[in-house]
């Protein structure tokens, strides 16, 4: 008999997304992140990872066990934040100059914030993920009420995306950049992918809570391998009238298409929407009353699975 392949559930949908090992010994597999006057680790690096990276006089590499990166303030004490924020540029600089990673595309990103750092430090986006640093995300569903039945509005993600092209997704959904708030990013991410005004956007969106969880790239992922990514997820929702339309402002949505519940629940089943954007809806689901611990046996596990406790300072 043919491998049968396991059924999907509301579960497994969580379990791809927060897929990094709950029991794995950290010093036996990875290299730990530090920065200057901070004995707390901010990531975690491949092997491979730390083998390949260009490495300049202001990172010191330690491959004994415990192995760590740390980062060296150049300016010795005098302006430690500048300091370090420039070894990260020039390295992520050189690393696209000489298309060392897959991940980073050829290309600068916006800046992202190293979560619980003592200083205002960011380094590039694309490149977070090789350092194993923790990433921020705002999203936001919008829904409708139509003769007192639910109506979400579900884009399909453009086919040029580096990641998950064609998927569903979720109304709207950015990363956090360095300086600015999850709600300006619900702001800004609604008007730039949905055509949402922001003062329509400002009276009507409502904070849900944060997800947190830990994903790893795999065979999907088209960069490399096995980066691990801590993810923290701000949530949003908002109702929309039911003549309102979203409609895409760059070039980053295909479309959007207003879904009674029941085919959001067959489109997850189906692995129709990318990972993270499935733990979002189940989590919304769950906050709507329509996930319930009277019909989801998994209801306990899927709320711990999407409130992780994530391994560095937050």
């Known amino acids: 008999m043919g491998n049968l392949k396991a059924p999907v559930t509301h579960l497994s949908l969580i379990q791809s997304c927060d897929n990094f090992p709950y029991n794995v010994h950290i010093e036996d597999s990875y290299y730990q992140l530090f920065l ?7 990531g975690y690096l491949l092997p491979e990872t730390v083998q390949k990276m260009p490495w300049t006089a202001q990172f010191h590499v330690c491959h004994d066990k415990p192995r760590s ?15 370090i924020n420039r070894a990260f540029e020039e390295l992520v600089d050189i690393c696209i100059k000489e298309n060392l990673f897959h991940i980073l595309d050829g290309k600068h990103s916006e800046p992202f914030a190293i979560v619980g750092a003592n200083d205002p430090i960011h380094i590039e986006r694309f490149a977070s993920a090789l350092f194993g640093i923790t990433s921020q ?3 936001m569903i919008a829904y409708t009420m139509i003769d007192e039945s639910m109506k979400m509005w579900i884009p399909r993600r453009a086919e040029h995306l580096y990641t998950h092209p064609g998927m569903l997704d ?27 005004a922001e003062d329509f956007t400002r009276a009507r969106v409502r904070s849900r809570g944060v997800l947190t969880y830990i994903s790893t790239t795999g065979a999907n992922f088209p960069g490399e391998k096995c980066l691990v990514i801590p993810d923290i997820l701000f949530v949003y929702d908002m109702e929309i009238p039911p003549d309102v339309v979203p409609r895409p402002y760059d070039d980053e949505v295909k479309g959007f298409s207003c879904m009674t519940v ?22 919304f689901f769950i906050r709507h009353g329509i996930i319930t611990a009277d019909n989801e ?8 699975r999407l409130h992780r406790k994530l391994p560095f300072k937050i």
């Open 36 to 42: 200057p006057e901070d004995d707390q680790p901010h």
């Open 69 to 83: 990166v740390t980062v060296i303030d150049a300016s010795q004490g005098n302006d430690t934040c500048s300091a």
């Open 137 to 139: 995300g705002a999203t």
């Open 170 to 196: 979720i109304t709207v959904a950015g990363g956090v950049k360095a300086g600015v708030t999850p709600f300006e990013t619900i702001l800004q991410e609604a008007h730039e992918e949905a055509s949402f």
């Open 262 to 283: 029941s085919e959001v629940q067959q489109a997850l089943l189906n692995q129709e929407f990318k990972p993270d954007a499935a733990a979002v809806i189940i989590d």
């Open 297 to 304: 046996d998994d209801f306990v596990e899927i709320n711990m």
